[in-house]
């Protein structure tokens, strides 16, 4: 099993990335996805994950509204939409999988819980 986080970056307050997660060996049908992100000197938040039937989604208090997570299956990406960036937001970004069963409607939001980590890519918001 393997996770490809990428897009990560450079932008100014305000700005947009787009986060992508590509998952090889596995089947994205049976697996959900949680994107998390650890700051220098704190401990890897959640940020927002999604079920593997797609259908059902959540974001943390910290980036909802700002953020939007996805997925396409054709691809076996997963995607994190993040615009209104701000300082706080940098960090390394991390997408993570578990299986949870052929397209169930079953959120991870346990850091713990996931098996599979991506390895992680930068995210920087300059004030």
């Known amino acids: 099993v393997q996770l490809q986080a990428s897009g990560g970056g450079f932008v100014q307050t305000g700005g947009s990335l787009r986060l992508s997660c590509a998952v090889s060996g596995i089947t994205l049908d049976y697996y959900a996805i949680g994107w998390f992100r650890q700051a220098p000197g704190k401990e890897r938040e959640g940020v927002s994950y999604?079920?593997?039937?797609?259908?059902?989604?959540y974001y943390e208090d910290s980036v909802k509204g700002r953020f939007t997570i996805s997925r396409n299956y054709a691809a076996d990406t997963v995607y994190l939409q993040m615009n209104s960036l701000k300082p706080e937001d940098t960090a390394v970004y991390y997408c993570?999988?578990?299986?949870?069963?052929?397209?169930?409607?079953?959120?991870?939001?346990?850091?713990?819980?996931?098996?599979?980590w991506g390895q992680g890519t930068q995210v920087t918001v300059s004030s």
């Open positions: 993570a999988a578990r299986t949870t069963g052929y397209r169930t409607s079953i959120l991870i939001k346990s850091t713990n819980r996931y098996p599979y």
């Open positions: 999604i079920s593997s039937n797609g259908g059902s989604t």
